[in-house]
């Protein structure tokens, strides 16, 4: 797999497309959530309040190859997490993980 040190995607567009309703949270990353305790809008919350410090690699998908996915390391409602985020063919945000570190 390969991986940058750069984002593959603009935070503040991912941002846009977040608040616009364009994002789907993975099965995974919602189970996670509930197992937090963290309200179902967790997901949505933590990547609006991302910032380029929060940044830790990017990496190629290895389901897809040739689609990117941003690896965050955010401090959120006290917890540090761990946030892999993508933006799908279909033009939404994918949360695919959302876990404590």
Request: neutral net charge; hydrophobic residues 50%.
């Amino acid at each position: 797999m390969k991986g940058r040190p750069v984002p593959a995607y603009d935070l503040a567009e991912v941002q846009r497309r977040v608040r616009s309703g364009y994002f789907r949270v993975t099965a995974s990353a919602r189970a996670a959530i509930l197992d937090l305790g963290l309200a179902h809008s967790a997901a949505s919350d933590c990547v609006l309040g991302l910032s380029a410090v929060d940044f830790y690699k990017s990496m190629e998908s290895e389901v897809v190859p040739g689609l990117w996915q941003d690896v965050y390391r955010p401090f959120f409602e006290g917890l540090a997490m761990y946030v892999k985020l993508q933006i799908a063919f279909d033009g939404f945000v994918v949360v695919i993980s959302f876990k404590e570190l």
